[in-house]
C-alpha cells in the first residue's frame, strides 16, 4: 500500500512539474533531418525544459510555415530569405537569429553533363517548386549570367535525384547538406553552382516570429531562443551522438547514419559567423539582401532593417522574483570562500580573487547587485572548515560530494574539465590504472577527487598534499608517481614551470562539473545564483576561457646553444692551429676562404627567395583584399544591368532608374580598374630609381591592405610633409606594407576600443624620416631585439611566417641605403596616454645604386 501510495504521489509530482512548463511551438519548414538538429538536442537534453518551456516541434507537411505563425498556428518559424517578400507585403513578422550565415541553396547537376559553366543552364530543364522561383539566392545568380527564368524550362520538383540520373532534369534546387552525397551514394560526382561564388551570399533558415507576439512575451521569446542556440552549440559540439539520435528518432526519409553526419558537417561550415557565433544577423547584411530584393523587383515596399530584426531576446534581463529580492535586500553582502592556490580557476593574490571563477562571480555580482566578498584563507582545507560553520555563505567553484552535501546545495555546473595525471617526462603513457596499482599518486587534501577516485579504484596508493606545488614538486623529485588535478590546471601549472620535465600521461573517465556551492540553509540563494549562472551567455563564458586558457607560440632560434657550439668551434679550430704545419694551414685557409664564397653566395640565394617569399605572402594577403573588395562591385554591376534588363522588357524602366543603375555601374568599372593599376605596378619586376613622392606611397600601400583597417576598427592618422626624392617606390610600399599589418595583426589582438595607427613623415637635414607607431602597448623587452631576426613570429606557427620584418630592414638597408628600428614609446592622442611600438625608417633623399 506504501509502495502504491509513492508511485502514486511520484506521479502526481511529475504532472504537477510538467504542467509548469509554458507551452510553445515551432513550425519546421521541411522533413526532419540534421537541418533542425538544434531543436531536436534542445529538447532531448533539456534545454527547452531548463528555461521552463514545453516545445512541440511542428512536422512538415506541406505547411507554408509563415501562414502558420501569422495564424497563430505556430509561435515560431523557420523560414528562407523569402521572409522578406513576405515582410514586404506587409505580413507581421521579425527576424530572430539564422542558422546559416551562408545559403546552402544550390544548383546541382551530374558533373558529366554538358553544363560546365552557369551560362550553360540557358534552355536547359530544372526542377524548381514553386516558391523557389522567388529565392532570390538562386535568381539573381541567374540573372548575374544575363539568363532570365524564362529562359529556363521549369518542371515541378520531385526531390528524387534518380531525375538526375534518368536526365528526367538537366539540374535541380537543392541542398548542398544533401543532394550531393545521394548522388555519390549512388556513384555520381556532382557539379555544384553556389549563389555565394556569384556574389550574393544570403541569410537561410531564419528563426522568425510575429511582431505582436513578441512584443507580448519577451521573456518566453528570449528563453526560447537561447535554449534553441545551446540546442545547435550541442548539436555541432556532439554531431556523432545528435546524428544517431536523428538515425533513430527522426528519420523519415531513413536517412543512413553516414548521410546524416555527412549533412551536419556541411552545415557546420556555414552556420557559424566570423567570430563563432550561432544566430547572428546584422543589418548590414541584411540591408544588402534587401537591396537585391528590391534591384530584382521581387519587393516594392520599403523595409525597416532596425524594425524587422527583433533584438530585445539578446538584451540581459535577469529577472528575480519578490522573495529573492527581498532576501539580497536584507542579505546586504554574500561571503565567498575559494581555492586560494588552484589557477587557473582561482586564486587568492594580494588578498585578491583572480581567474577564472572570479569573472564569473564577478559578472554574477553584476546581476544581483550586492558586494560579494572575499574570505581569505590559505588552504582549501581551512575554506572548507569555514563553509561548515557557515562562516562563508558561498564557494566560488567546487563539486558536490557526499560529505559536502550536508552543509551545501550545488548550482547548475558552469564549467566542465576531465582529470589527468601528471607525471615524468619519461613516463609511458597509462591507458588501464591497473598498470599504477602499486604506484603512488599524489592529491590535494580535502579535494572532491579524493573521496570519489579512493572509493572508485581502491587498489591504488593515493597519497594528501596541501597543495598544487608540493603535488608537482613530489612528482619532479620522483618521490611520487603521478598527480592528479584538472586538465587546465596541471596544464597551466606545467607551461608556467615544469615544460620538459612533466607531461600529462594519463586520463580518468571521470569529468569534473563544477559550480558555485550555497549554504543549505538558505535555500533562495542556491536559486538565485542558479539564475544569474544561467544568464551567463557563451559569448561571455568563451571570453572567460579565453583570457585564462591559451597557448603562445614563439618560433625563434636558441642563441645560448648557437654560442656554445661557436664556442667549441673555434676551441678546436685554435688547436688545430697550433698542431698544423703551415702548409696545412694555407689549405685551410684556401678551403675557408672557398666555403666563405659558397655560404656567401648561398646567402644571397637566401635572402633572394626570402624578399621573393615575403612578396608573394603579401601577393596573397593582397588577392584576398581584392577578392574581397571586387565581391561587392561585381555584384552591383551584374545585379544593376540585371535589373534594367527586366524592367525593360516589362516596360517598367523608369529614365531616373536607368542613369541611376549606369552610374552605380561607372562608379564600380572606376574601383576595379583603380585596384588592378595598383596591383600591377606593384609587382612590376622593375628596378629603376625614380622621383616619388611620399604621400602618393603611403596611400598606395594603404590601398594595398584594402578595407583590413576598417574591418578591424583601426584608425589612421597621417601627419606626412609633401616631399619628393628618387628612391625605389615598390620596395618602400612593400616595407610600409609589411610594417602596416605588423601594426594591424597587434592591433586586432587586443580588445581595446581605441585603436591607432599614426604615420609621421618630415625631412631632416638630408634625409627622410619615417615614424610608424601604434597602441598596442609595445612589444616585450625579451622580444624586441628580434622582430628583425629571419623566422621570428610570436604569431601562431600556421599564421606567420616571420621573415616579413626580416624582409623589410634587408630592402631598407640594402636597396634604399637606409636604417630602419624600433623601439618602445609612449606618447598622447586626444589628451589620452597611449603606449606602443615605434618603427622609425631613415632613408637618403636621393638613393644610389
Given at each position: 500500500m506504501k509502495k502504491l501510495m509513492f508511485i502514486f504521489i511520484l506521479g502526481i509530482f511529475s504532472f504537477l512539474n510538467a504542467s509548469n512548463l509554458q507551452k510553445t511551438s515551432v513550425q519546421l519548414f521541411w522533413l526532419d533531418q540534421f537541418q533542425f538538429a538544434g531543436f531536436y538536442a534542445a529538447v532531448e537534453k533539456g534545454f527547452y525544459k531548463d528555461a521552463g518551456l514545453e516545445v512541440e516541434l511542428k512536422k512538415y507537411n506541406n505547411t507554408d510555415a509563415v501562414e502558420e505563425v501569422i495564424n497563430n498556428k505556430a509561435d515560431f518559424g523557420i523560414g528562407s530569405s523569402s521572409l522578406i517578400i513576405d515582410k514586404s507585403n506587409g505580413k507581421d513578422i521579425v527576424l530572430l537569429g539564422t542558422l546559416f550565415q551562408s545559403s546552402p541553396i544550390i544548383l546541382l547537376a551530374l558533373e558529366n553533363s554538358n553544363i560546365k559553366y552557369l551560362e550553360d543552364i540557358k534552355n536547359k530543364k530544372i526542377m524548381i517548386t514553386k516558391d523557389q522561383q522567388d529565392f532570390a539566392t538562386l535568381k539573381s545568380m541567374i540573372i548575374s549570367k544575363g539568363i532570365n527564368i524564362s529562359d529556363i524550362q521549369i518542371l515541378e520538383h520531385s526531390f528524387n535525384i534518380d531525375d538526375l540520373i534518368n536526365k528526367n532534369t538537366d539540374l535541380m534546387l537543392s541542398y548542398i547538406t544533401n543532394e550531393p552525397f545521394l548522388l555519390k551514394e549512388k556513384g555520381y560526382n556532382s557539379r555544384i553552382f553556389k549563389p555565394k561564388d556569384y556574389g550574393f551570399d544570403f541569410y537561410e533558415d531564419i528563426i522568425f516570429t510575429t511582431k505582436d507576439f513578441a512584443s507580448n512575451n519577451p521573456k518566453l521569446v528570449k528563453d526560447f531562443y537561447r535554449a534553441t542556440i545551446l540546442g545547435w552549440e550541442y548539436a555541432f559540439n556532439n554531431i556523432d551522438e545528435i546524428a544517431k539520435l536523428i538515425y533513430e528518432k527522426y528519420n523519415p526519409q531513413n536517412k543512413s547514419l553516414e548521410h546524416l553526419i555527412f549533412e551536419a558537417n556541411e552545415m557546420k561550415k556555414l552556420a557559424f559567423d566570423k567570430d563563432g557565433k550561432i544566430g547572428t544577423i546584422t543589418q548590414e547584411k541584411l540591408n544588402l539582401i534587401i537591396n537585391t530584393y528590391r534591384v530584382?523587383?521581387?519587393?516594392?515596399?520599403?523595409?525597416?532593417?532596425?524594425?524587422?530584426?527583433y533584438t530585445k531576446?539578446?538584451?540581459?534581463?535577469?529577472?528575480?522574483?519578490?522573495?529573492?529580492?527581498?532576501y539580497l535586500e536584507h542579505k546586504k553582502t554574500i561571503k565567498m570562500c575559494v581555492d586560494p592556490n588552484w589557477m587557473p580557476f582561482e586564486?587568492?593574490?594580494?588578498n585578491k580573487h583572480i581567474g577564472i571563477a572570479a569573472d564569473y562571480i564577478?559578472?554574477?555580482?553584476?546581476?544581483?547587485?550586492?558586494p560579494i566578498t572575499l574570505v581569505p584563507t590559505k588552504t582549501w582545507s581551512e575554506s572548507l572548515e569555514l563553509g561548515q560553520k557557515r562562516d562563508c555563505d558561498i564557494f566560488?567553484?567546487?563539486?558536490?560530494?557526499?560529505?559536502?552535501?550536508?552543509?551545501?546545495?550545488?548550482t547548475t555546473a558552469y564549467f566542465s574539465i576531465p582529470l589527468v595525471i601528471a607525471s615524468d617526462i619519461n613516463a609511458p603513457f597509462i591507458n588501464d590504472f591497473s598498470q599504477i596499482k602499486d604506484k603512488k599518486l599524489a592529491i590535494i587534501k580535502d579535494y572532491a577527487i579524493g573521496e570519489i577516485l579512493r572509493m572508485k579504484y581502491p587498489n591504488i596508493n593515493f597519497i594528501d598534499v596541501k597543495d598544487i606545488q608540493e603535488g608537482l614538486n613530489l612528482v619532479q623529485k620522483g618521490k611520487v608517481f603521478g598527480f592528479i588535478d584538472t586538465l587546465s590546471t596541471i596544464g597551466y601549472h606545467i607551461q608556467n614551470g615544469y615544460i620538459g620535465q612533466l607531461k600529462i600521461s594519463g586520463k580518468f573517465d571521470e569529468i569534473w562539473n563544477l559550480g558555485v556551492g550555497t549554504r543549505n540553509d538558505e535555500p533562495i540563494l542556491n536559486d538565485i545564483f542558479n539564475k544569474a549562472i544561467n544568464d551567463i551567455s557563451p559569448t561571455q563564458k568563451q571570453e572567460?576561457?579565453?583570457?585564462?586558457?591559451?597557448?603562445?607560440?614563439?618560433?625563434?632560434?636558441?642563441?645560448?646553444?648557437?654560442?656554445?657550439?661557436?664556442?667549441?668551434?673555434?676551441?678546436?679550430?685554435?688547436?688545430?692551429?697550433?698542431?698544423?704545419?703551415?702548409?696545412?694551414?694555407?689549405?685551410?685557409?684556401s678551403q675557408l676562404s672557398e666555403k666563405i664564397a659558397i655560404e656567401i653566395k648561398k646567402n644571397e640565394e637566401k635572402n633572394r627567395i626570402l624578399i621573393q617569399q615575403s612578396r608573394m605572402a603579401s601577393m596573397g594577403e593582397m588577392l584576398e583584399n581584392i577578392a574581397h573588395q571586387w565581391r561587392q562591385p561585381l555584384s552591383t554591376i551584374s545585379v544593376a544591368a540585371s535589373g534594367m534588363e527586366v524592367k525593360k522588357e516589362f516596360s517598367t524602366l523608369s529614365d531616373e532608374e536607368f542613369f541611376e543603375a549606369i552610374n552605380h555601374i561607372k562608379k564600380a568599372t572606376s574601383y576595379l580598374s583603380n585596384t588592378i593599376d595598383d596591383f600591377r605596378n606593384f609587382f612590376n619586376q622593375k628596378r629603376e630609381h625614380s622621383i616619388i613622392n611620399i604621400n602618393s606611397v603611403v596611400e598606395k600601400a594603404l590601398d594595398l591592405m584594402g578595407d583590413?583597417?576598417?574591418?578591424?576598427?583601426?584608425?589612421?592618422?597621417?601627419?606626412?610633409?609633401?616631399?619628393e626624392f628618387l628612391s625605389l617606390e615598390n620596395e618602400l610600399i612593400q616595407v610600409l606594407m609589411n610594417v602596416f599589418s605588423n601594426a594591424k595583426d597587434v592591433l586586432k589582438s587586443i580588445s581595446k576600443e581605441d585603436k591607432y595607427i599614426f604615420i609621421d613623415i618630415s625631412k631632416k637635414d638630408e634625409f627622410i624620416i619615417i615614424d610608424i607607431k601604434d597602441n598596442a602597448g609595445g612589444i616585450k623587452d625579451d622580444i624586441i631585439d628580434k622582430v628583425f631576426e629571419p623566422y621570428f613570429t610570436t604569431k601562431h606557427k600556421f599564421k606567420g611566417t616571420g621573415i616579413g620584418l626580416y624582409m623589410s630592414k634587408l630592402l631598407v638597408e640594402k636597396h634604399l641605403k637606409g636604417i630602419i628600428g624600433v623601439k618602445n614609446c609612449e606618447f598622447s592622442h586626444i589628451d589620452k596616454p597611449h603606449m606602443g611600438a615605434l618603427f622609425k625608417i631613415v632613408l637618403p633623399i636621393q638613393s644610389v645604386n
Open positions: 530584382l523587383g521581387l519587393i516594392k515596399n520599403e523595409i525597416n532593417s532596425e524594425e524587422f530584426i531576446h539578446h538584451e540581459n534581463n535577469f529577472l528575480l522574483d519578490e522573495n529573492e529580492k527581498n586564486k587568492i593574490e594580494k564577478k559578472i554574477i555580482e553584476d546581476k544581483i547587485k550586492i566560488s567553484l567546487i563539486r558536490t560530494t557526499p560529505e559536502r552535501e550536508k552543509y551545501l546545495n550545488f572567460i576561457l579565453n583570457r585564462w586558457i591559451s597557448v603562445n607560440y614563439q618560433n625563434s632560434l636558441d642563441y645560448n646553444f648557437f654560442y656554445k657550439v661557436m664556442a667549441v668551434a673555434i676551441i678546436f679550430i685554435f688547436i688545430l692551429v697550433l698542431f698544423y704545419r703551415q702548409y696545412l694551414l694555407k689549405k685551410l685557409n583590413s583597417f576598417i574591418k578591424n576598427k583601426i584608425q589612421v592618422i597621417k601627419n606626412i610633409e609633401d616631399l
